[in-house]
C-alpha cells in the first residue's frame, strides 16, 4: 500500500474548497441580482432528492444546508 502524501492531499481539497466557496458566492450574487426566491417546498424537494441521491434521510440531508 503507497503511503498517502498529506501536504500533496492538503493542496488538492484547498484547491477544490476555494474553487467551491467561490461558485457558492457567485451563486449567491446571482440569485440576489436575480431576485431568484425559492419556496420552503422547492427546497424540501431538492433536500429529499438529494437524500435519495446520497442515501440518508431528509433531516440529516438539512443540516448540511
Do not use: F, P
Amino acid at each position: 500500500m503507497k503511503k498517502m502524501d498529506l501536504t500533496r492531499l492538503r493542496v488538492g481539497q484547498r484547491e477544490q474548497a476555494i474553487h467551491d466557496v467561490k461558485a457558492a458566492l457567485l451563486l449567491e450574487r446571482v440569485a440576489e441580482e436575480e431576485n431568484v426566491q425559492v419556496s420552503d417546498e422547492e427546497l424540501n424537494q431538492e433536500l429529499e432528492s438529494l437524500g435519495k441521491t446520497i442515501k440518508t434521510d431528509i433531516r440529516s440531508s438539512a443540516r448540511l444546508v
